[in-house]
Nanobody, 123 residues
Framework: QVQLVESGGGLVLTGGSLRLSCLASGTFSSTYAMGWFRQAPAKEREFVAAIRWGDKTLYADSVKGRFTISRDNAKNTVSLQMNILKPEDTAVYYC????WGRGSGIYSEYDYWGQGTQVTVSS
């Protein structure tokens, strides 16, 4: 089993920045792809960003140029640097791991999920 724990959420003003982190433990491997998804109230969970082996990244169009995903394999962590935040970025952000290493934007391809961390962007 793999455990994922997110941290770094909070309240920020429009235009501000936050950095989310996700710590993986258990039977985790650096070959796993890691992703970030988010879910706003009354909305479906949506893809934000993913990173896979070789640091290949994928972003949702809505965050491209503002968010950056990165990972530290030595520390089993993945981070999401979020800049120029907008009120529409408000959501619970979830870290996810894909044991097959695909790193896609498809929710069902991720095998493990964290509990989520709240990000609120106030105007």
């Amino acid at each position: 089993q793999v455990q994922l724990v997110e941290s770094g959420g909070g309240l920020v003003l429009t235009g501000g920045s936050l950095r989310l982190s996700c710590l993986a433990s258990g039977t985790f491997s650096s070959t796993y792809a890691m992703g970030w998804f988010r879910q706003a109230p009354a909305k479906e969970r949506e893809f934000v960003a993913a990173i896979r082996w070789g640091d290949k990244t994928l972003y949702a169009d809505s965050v491209k140029g503002r968010f950056t995903i990165s990972r530290d394999n030595a520390k089993n962590t993945v981070s999401l640097q979020m800049n120029i935040l907008k009120p529409e970025d408000t959501a619970v952000y979830y870290c996810a791991a894909d044991m097959w290493g695909r790193g896609s934007g498809i929710y069902s391809e991720y095998d493990y999920w964290g509990q989520g961390t709240q990000v609120t962007v106030s105007s």
